[in-house]
């Protein structure tokens, strides 16, 4: 039997994410789709603020961003949020399209050595005390055991119903459709939406030339399974938006709803869901593929120090204790947003009212902060305003010459930084699992968003994903060995 250390189900973004994490902790994985090869199919539109940091961190993103489109604003049900003036490097969201996300994923988690498995459906398994047994259908069947396996499998995900695991939520009540084609007729402006009597419609230009006509209709759900041809999307379309913009050659026409369902635990033993085989929700905001890459990139690291035998079992726990709210936040939101698009006088009296909301400085930021998960803040015990949050990407100079903290975590090891000139504090039982680096901040504040500038700390220390597992504003090392022992595992 083919053995590794850990079976990944789906090489979808969060599939690829996750093998990307894992290959660089040097942990072996297996990475399965049920696919017989990648579909090309475009997808999600673009990834947010907090996704481009996780990115860069990595050396993920500067191959992305030139094919991508800048897009100053977000939205929050089609009312436009400004980002530009958030505490981050990428105050914007980057429109790309998720096919292109997967390409580059996945040509880089190729260099790593993790090389997809196609045409390789996970269709059972089994866990013991020491392992998973995963059968793999499809052509060529076969059963793989390893440590730990992974459901990142979608949506549908057999790994989430494998394990037990129920899928909470709400049916949909809308259904938006979607066709990615070339227009003879376009609108003006390479962003155009309106709303009508029935449902809305919008055309994004993606590419040049290429465009996203999306619409959405109140007043019909379709079911999941449905075909939906091009010539029933331009018929729905001409009757939400009064013209087909001239519309043909379709490269992708497709449905979805806002169904919104969350998984009620993100393990089981040794098996733990990730992606949307954890939530699904509609697409308002762009938000989905942004939590999947950043599921991927909380469990990573954590199942790469349990396999290196540093960590805990309970480190393992945090992600679902640390991911689980952040997405029921985003279902609660998308519901908020569907409210807020349905048709008629009522819902336009109340984008109205929030439309001038959003004019507010603290009601924008409020919103932006959470659609772009700028804010989120993981529940780590200690008292300084960085613990819990991620690292600001600010400028230091080193021994070795000018440098920015997320090139201090290209590696993916735990970072302690001290800033300033500050004493290194003594904590010899962990240092050698985790780099130290001695930096002077080009600044005497940090700019976080969601807290404001606060003073530049004397140490921090760097989970792998650039959260902050403990900070001080003094040299001393009180409460250190302590974030040690938890987010690093016990003392040597
Ligand atoms: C129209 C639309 C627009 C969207 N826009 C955005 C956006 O702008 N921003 C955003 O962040 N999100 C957006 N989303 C959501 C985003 O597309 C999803 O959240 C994202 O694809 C989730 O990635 P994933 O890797 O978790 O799952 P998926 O992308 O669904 O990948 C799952 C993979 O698992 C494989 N698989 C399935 N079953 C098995 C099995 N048994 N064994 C092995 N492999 C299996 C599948 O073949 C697939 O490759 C949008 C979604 C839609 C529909």
Redesign the pocket.
């Known amino acids: 039997m083919e053995t590794t250390e850990v079976v990944i189900?789906?090489?979808?973004?969060?599939?690829l994410m996750l093998a990307y994490e894992l290959r660089l902790a040097g942990v072996d994985v297996a990475l399965?789709?049920?696919?017989p090869a990648r579909t090309g199919e475009s997808?999600?539109?673009?990834?947010h603020a907090r996704t481009m940091e996780i990115l860069d961190q990595r050396g993920l993103l500067d191959d992305l961003l030139p094919l991508g489109r800048i897009m100053q604003a977000g939205h929050f049900a089609g009312l436009p949020l400004d980002f530009s003036d958030f505490n981050t490097r990428y105050p914007f969201m980057l429109a790309v399209l998720?096919s292109v996300i997967e390409r580059e994923l996945d040509r880089r988690t190729t260099e790593l050595g993790a090389v997809v498995q196609w045409a390789?459906?996970?269709?059972d398994f089994r866990q013991d005390a020491t392992g998973v047994e995963v059968e793999i259908g499809g052509p060529n069947p076969r059963r793989i055991r390893a440590a730990y396996l992974v459901g990142?499998?979608?949506?549908?995900?057999?790994v989430r119903k494998l394990a037990g695991i129920d899928y909470v939520g709400t049916d949909a009540t809308v259904t938006?459709m979607?066709a990615d084609v070339e227009l003879t007729d376009p609108p003006a402006q390479p962003f155009f939406g309106h709303r009508g009597a029935v449902g809305d419609f919008s055309a994004v230009q993606f590419e040049p030339g290429w465009y996203r006509l999306v619409v959405q209709r109140h007043d019909r759900v379709l079911e999941r399974g449905t075909e939906l041809s091009f010539e029933d999307f331009r018929t729905s379309f001409v009757e939400v938006a009064g013209t087909d913009f001239g519309m043909h050659s379709p490269r992708w026409v497709?449905h979805?709803g806002d169904a919104a369902r969350q998984a009620d635990r993100y393990r089981v033993g040794r098996v733990f869901v990730a992606?949307?085989?954890a939530h699904i929700h509609y697409?308002a905001g762009?938000?989905?593929?942004?939590?999947?890459i950043q599921d991927a990139v909380n469990l990573g690291w954590k199942l790469a120090a349990t396999l290196r035998g540093n960590a805990s079992d309970e480190l393992l726990d945090t992600y679902e204790t640390e991911r689980h709210p952040i997405a029921a936040r985003v279902l609660h939101n998308t519901r908020a947003q569907t409210a807020l698009g349905r048709p008629g006088p009522h819902t336009d009296a109340l984008r109205d009212i929030m439309s001038d909301l959003i004019d507010m400085e603290q009601v924008r930021h409020r919103l932006g902060l959470m659609i772009t998960a700028l804010d989120i803040r993981y529940d780590i015990k200690g008292e300084h305003p960085l613990t819990g949050r991620r690292i600001p990407d600010a400028d230091l100079t080193t021994a070795a010459g000018a440098t920015r903290v997320h090139e201090l975590l290209r590696g993916g090891r735990p970072v302690l930084l001290v800033l300033d000139g500050n004493d290194v504090p003594a904590v010899p039982q962990w240092h050698d699992r985790f780099d130290i680096v001695r930096a002077d901040s080009r600044g005497a504040h940090w700019a976080v968003p969601g807290v404001g500038e606060i003073p530049t700390p004397a140490a921090v220390l760097l989970r792998p994903d650039g959260y902050v597992a403990w900070a001080s504003e003094e040299p001393a090392a009180a409460g250190l060995p302590e974030a040690l022992t938890v987010w690093v595992g016990a003392p040597a």
């Open positions: 189900a789906g090489a979808g973004p969060t599939g399965v789709d049920g696919l997808r999600a539109g673009g990834i998720q390789s459906p996970v269709v990142c499998d979608g949506g549908r995900s057999a938006g979607l497709s979805y992606g949307d085989a697409p762009g938000q989905g593929q942004n939590l999947g």
